[in-house]
């Protein structure tokens, strides 16, 4: 093979190999900006989700009840509820006793 034949041997594919490339670098660029736009739509969605986020943590503590208040109000009802258990359970006796009263004092002497 001479030199001219191995030059445009090396001429020849040069053409396709450039336009190989090229295409690929097109490709590459057009996804790349696809991707691009993505991330920008992602980041302005996670920016909104964010600040729904803070939102409802910030109205949750605002108006929900902790642990710590929800057991403090639950010991006070039952400690009040034990209290008006017993009170009615000695109902009957105390209803008893004032109609034993009742039935004594109008008892003649």
Known sequence: MTPSETLS?????AG????AAGL????WWRMEG???SVRKECSATTSEL?????AFKLKVAEEYA???TVRAIEA???ERMDSLSDQVMKMP??????????????QPK
């Not at 690929?24 to 490709?27: K, R």
């Not at 008893?96 to 009263?101: N, Q, Y």
């Open 24 to 27: 690929i670098t097109g490709v």
């Open 34 to 36: 696809k991707v691009e």
């Open 93 to 106: 006796d105390a209803i008893v006793e004032r109609m034993l009263k009742f039935i004594q004092l109008n």
């Open 50 to 54: 964010t600040k729904e986020l803070n």
């Open 66 to 68: 902790s642990w710590e």
């Open 76 to 78: 006070r009802l039952t």
């Open 16 to 19: 396709p190999l450039i336009a």
């Open 9 to 13: 041997y090396f001429a020849s594919l």
